[in-house]
């Protein structure tokens, strides 16, 4: 069938929105017809070619639509059903089969070359191959053909247009916490940086029922942001930012969630930690960004490492997250901004000026 998509071409170069033809399913995969899509800070950097992959590619990869049709193996969803649409994984390594799909031995194949595991691509763009699988999904198009464990059915009574970022943005925020920190009830945890995977982890924290939850920024207005979706302190980035988490959780934090990617962050994130105290790293700094780490600093209990995409087994926690949204207890409808997707350009700039935390293109 043909469809439109809006490939990414190069840095400051604006998306070209072409025709292009879209196979039909595979036994193994879905067709959605793309309702909305999420823009996530991994757009931007891939299209700014700050990833090193390959371009031109459809990028997006927080898309909620409904399915169209479905291959002849499908058994989770069926045409007419309303889904959210996450990345993509093997299903056989021992990662999968252990529900941490985010470490999928075929992670990189499936999700950041544009392509199927294969190498093969489900488009075509004048009778040439294109790069339409990004993140398993290439969800700036009108349609998208994804593998079935992509996609991932949520309730018809839920506001389809808003619920793709629950794939990506929110899956990664408050994944972190309830999937990886598990803070126990009572803790102390300082969220650094707080664009949309922040403010989801500060309100994985609410869940979670930590007791001071302390967010820092440099953007005031973010700041007031996660006052409101419940962090208990609120700080202006900054040099001794460290030194005033302490004071104020009276010897230091229990847990650290680092979004910024900022090294003076990492740094502040292992430094405002009590003993024994942990960070997890999320946001992601330059390729080859290494930090002076003092070993005494994180000796005696202490630790840092990394969180992909929450530690989450999408198929599970997106239907949780959905129910979270749909009780009130997950409101991050507060930091959406719908775009038009011809004007994908000025919401992708938008979120580039921090004008917007969270924008989503609605096709
Ligand atoms: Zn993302
Ligand atoms: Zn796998």
């Known amino acids: 069938m043909q469809v439109t998509a809006a490939f990414a071409v190069g840095k400051n170069v604006p998306f070209d929105f072409r025709e292009v033809r879209l196979e039909a399913p595979r036994p193994d995969e879905v067709l959605v017809e793309i309702v909305a899509s999420g823009i996530c800070h991994t757009d931007l950097s891939a299209k700014d070619e700050l990833l090193g992959l390959p371009l031109p590619m459809v990028l997006g990869h927080e898309g909620s639509g409904v399915v169209r049709a479905v291959g002849s193996q499908v058994r989770h969803v069926a045409p007419g059903d309303h889904v959210v649409l996450s990345g993509d994984s093997c299903g056989a390594c021992r990662k999968c089969q252990t529900g941490l799909t985010s470490y999928c031995d075929a992670f990189v194949e499936r999700n950041l070359t544009g392509l199927r595991g294969d190498g093969t691509t489900p488009m075509t763009l004048d009778g040439e191959a294109a790069r339409g699988r990004f993140c398993g999904q290439s969800s700036f198009a009108s349609h998208a053909v994804v593998a079935a464990q992509s996609a991932i059915k949520v309730p018809k009574a839920l506001p389809l247009e808003l619920l793709g970022p629950l794939g990506c943005g929110l899956i990664t925020g408050v994944g972190t916490v309830m999937n ?65 988490i302490v004071a104020r959780t009276s010897g230091g934090c229990d847990y650290a969630v680092e979004c910024s990617g900022s090294v003076e962050a990492i740094q502040a994130a292992l430094a405002c930690l009590g003993r024994p105290g942990w960070v997890a790293q999320v946001g992601a700094p330059p390729v080859g960004t290494s930090i002076d780490l003092d070993i005494g600093a994180v000796g005696y209990g202490r630790g840092i490492r990394g969180v992909v995409l929450g530690e989450a087994n999408p198929q599970t926690f997106v239907p949780y997250l959905a129910s979270l949204y749909g009780d009130g207890r997950l409101p991050f409808d507060r930091f959406v901004r719908f775009y038009d997707f011809a004007d994908l350009d000025r919401a992708v700039a938008d979120a580039a000026r921090g004008e917007v935390v969270k924008p989503i293109i609605r096709m």
């Open 180 to 244: 990886a920190l598990k803070p126990r009830p009572g803790t102390r945890i300082a969220v650094f940086g707080v664009g949309t995977v922040g403010l989801a982890a500060v309100m994985g924290a609410v869940l979670s029922g930590c007791e001071q939850i302390i967010a820092v920024d440099p953007n005031t207005e973010r700041l007031a942001l996660a006052r409101d979706l419940g962090a208990t302190d609120c700080l202006a980035a900054g040099a001794d930012v460290a030194q005033e």
